[in-house]
């Protein structure tokens, strides 16, 4: 049989995009997920594609329970995408996006490291694109920033496949652990140092919240679906277990949320957001139990989708109101009342609501977090639970929609959009109401049921306390305001400490560098002058000779030859 | 019915009367706490009305600790653009002479 790699057809169409324009394009683009998810569901699991360069053996296509989950999930989180971008009439866009649809794919199927790093770097390269084709000068620089810091993660890869192949002498993308002595655990860290720069892991998870909320209202849904999961993939199948990671987990869900609940930029705050989703991911991760992996990836599932609604409704209101800050948006639910619905059932699904995607998935981690003992894990996952509500679950749509009224009257976002947030919406509450699907495809066996009456009473506890706190600081005008500001935060080293040094030095050096050349020049001025003094006319050197003065000159010069002459016998 | 939706939130009546289900939801959440047997892992997890107490009081301290971290965290809007996209600016003249 005529085996086709999944990232094929969407590298394939990207080709022929560049050529044909108006509907066959647009055809062309929604055919793709949907071939490429019927051909990955004939494919299965198993591998081909094997391929050598040099001496390494290279493997194109292996897929397992796990990456055949994220192999659907990502041609969901593509179709999705793409019929919420329909209506563009941008090349660039349009060309990128199916690359980086394709790339995500191609990493999560690569069965070396070799060729995960290939389709790493065209991660990085083709995601960036999305970044600048918002075509401004901001989005310009924020994805250069974007870029380095993703050419950063591939280079540390690349320097720890080679560290890690030396020891262990084969490419194969399988469990790859911390390990123990120096030679081995050098390839390894540098492996988790790069998926965790993907991964957005604390101190390295700028990039997320600088690039995307810069990109286009539709290239960050894009955005938003792939480059982390693929870097949760990636942590899932070679670091497994890992302890380290439930605490960089615990991190992650916690520190976002209060930058979260603070920021403008609503885009921003689903950005601050995704790094909080992910932290459970990590944690689940980091527990390595059966549960605890089906739960990250379940959950990574379900973010993509809910996620993706919840920037593709900000992406609406910023499309058809050209405002995306907080302090300037409010009361478009007048005029917007489906973008509205559909935001709230996204963030219903974050929030982890009962019938809802997030509730069982979020559940399974915080479960296998307590079965394993990491009580305080447990109760940082459950305060980042509440936090996620308040400041996902009802800042968005409130600040959105509700809150005071902005005075804007935009319409509904066009249709290809509406029926994109549409369809998610309703994977977001099939997925919660019947989740025995999405189980049936993780990849461990279980027996977990999310519905039972504990679990879901001390949820909605949670919630509408948490819900409760909201309105209480609200009515007592405690909650703290949308201003238009910037907050500080890792990047700051780099965006403004750094380049001020460098600015500094640079001074530095230029005052030094003037100074010394202020003084050599000095230096030849006076050598001049001294020079100008003994050749000028009557200067020593410019004057006429008396004969008998020379005459006595050269007598006194053939006396001391004559007196060496004598002193070397 | 699109006349009712427009202004439904303009009414206060509206905004009290929906704060008023909302309060009666709550109370009957803690009131099922009392009455239903959960089943718990975790020590703390088995105090009366735990979830509602730690959802509550994590919200507020959340809020709270991050408004205080606005005093040494905020700056003005274009606290970056200013410096970056006026260096960029200036490349970008300097390239085009």
Redesign the interface.
């Given at each position: 049989m005529f085996e086709v790699a999944p990232f094929v057809p969407f590298f394939v169409a990207a080709a022929i995009a560049l050529f044909v324009r108006g509907w066959p394009r647009a055809l062309l683009m929604v055919a793709v997920p949907l071939l490429g998810l019927a051909n990955l569901w004939l494919l299965g699991p198993g591998s081909f594609g094997a391929w050598s360069v040099l001496d390494f053996e290279l493997l194109l296509f292996r897929a397992d329970r796990l990456s055949l989950l994220f192999g659907y999930l990502f041609h969901i989180a593509a179709l999705i995408a793409i019929v919420y971008a329909l209506h563009l009439r941008d090349t660039l866009q349009q060309v990128a996006s199916l690359l980086y649809a394709g790339s995500a794919l191609g990493a999560v199927f690569a069965g070396d490291l070799l060729t995960l790093f290939i389709f790493w770097e065209l991660l990085a390269l083709t995601s960036v694109m999305l970044v600048w084709a918002r075509r401004t000068?901001?989005a310009?620089?924020a994805g250069l920033r974007y870029f380095f810091l993703q050419i950063l993660s591939g280079l540390l890869l690349l320097g720890g496949i080679i560290f890690y192949a030396q020891a262990q002498g084969s490419l194969e993308f399988g469990y790859i652990g911390l390990g123990q002595g120096i030679l081995d655990s050098v390839g390894s860290w540098m492996i988790f140092l790069a998926f965790g720069i993907k991964c957005a892991f604390p101190f390295f998870h700028n990039w997320l919240t600088d690039a995307y909320p810069e990109s286009t209202p539709t290239g960050t849904v894009f955005l938003s679906a792939f480059t982390t999961k693929v870097a949760v993939y990636a942590l899932a199948r070679a670091y497994p277990g890992t302890e380290l990671l439930v605490y960089i987990g615990a991190t992650m869900a916690c520190f976002p949320?209060?930058?979260a609940?603070?920021e403008?930029d609503l885009r921003r705050v689903l950005a601050y957001s995704l790094i909080n989703q992910l932290g459970f991911m990590v944690v689940g991760i980091g527990i390595g139990t059966s549960l605890a992996i089906n739960g990250a990836v379940a959950h990574a599932f379900n973010d993509v989708i809910f996620k993706g609604l919840l920037f593709m409704s900000m992406g609406a209101v910023l499309q058809m109101t050209g405002r995306i800050n907080g302090s300037e948006l409010g009361g478009l639910?007048?005029t917007m009342?489906k973008t509205t619905v559909l935001c709230i059932i996204g963030a219903a699904s974050i929030s982890a609501f009962p019938l809802f995607s997030g509730f069982v998935s979020k559940s399974m981690v915080m479960?296998a977090a307590?079965?394993n003992g990491y009580?305080w894990v447990?109760l940082i996952l459950?305060?980042a639970s509440?936090?996620v509500f308040?400041h996902a679950g009802i800042k968005i749509p409130y600040f959105a929609f509700?809150a005071h009224?902005s005075g804007l009257r935009a319409k509904e976002p066009p249709t290809n959009m509406l029926v994109a947030m549409s369809i998610a919406a309703a994977l977001c509450l099939a997925v919660g109401i019947y989740p025995q699907a999405l189980y049936r495809l993780l990849p461990f066996e279980m027996s977990y049921s999310p519905y039972d009456?504990?679990h879901v009473?001390?949820?909605?506890?949670?919630?509408?306390?948490?819900?409760?706190?909201?309105?209480?600081?609200n009515l007592r005008r405690?909650?703290?305001p949308e201003?238009?500001?910037?907050?500080?935060?890792v990047e700051w080293l780099y965006?403004?400490l750094l380049?001020a040094a460098a600015r500094s030095f640079f001074a530095a050096a230029f005052r030094l560098d003037e100074r010394v050349r202020r003084t050599a020049l000095h230096a030849v001025d006076r050598l001049m002058a001294g020079v100008t003094s003994y050749h000028k006319p009557d200067g020593v050197m410019a004057r006429s000779w008396l004969t008998g003065s020379m005459v006595a000159g050269v007598v006194l010069l053939l006396g001391l030859y004559l007196l060496l002459g004598f002193s070397t016998y | 019915m699109s006349g009712d939706k427009h202004d439904f939130f303009d009414k206060p009546d509206n905004v009290r009367r929906l704060l008023r289900v909302f309060y009666g939801i709550c109370a009957l959440l803690v009131a099922l706490d009392l009455v239903v047997h959960r089943h718990t892992e975790y020590r703390w997890e088995g105090l009366p009305a735990f979830y509602p107490v730690y959802g509550f009081v994590g919200c507020v301290l959340l809020v709270v600790v991050a408004k205080w971290m606005r005093k040494f965290l905020m700056r003005p809007g274009d606290y970056y653009d200013r410096v970056e996209l006026a260096e960029a600016d200036s490349q970008r003249g300097r390239g085009d002479v």
């Open positions: 000068g901001r310009y620089l949320i209060f930058y609940v603070i403008n639910y007048k009342p479960s307590i079965q009580d447990w459950l305060f509440a936090g308040h509700f009224d009456l504990t009473l001390t949820q909605l506890q949670l919630l509408f306390f948490s819900a409760l706190a909201f309105v209480w600081l405690l909650y703290p201003l238009p500001s910037v907050n500080l935060d965006r403004r380049p | -």
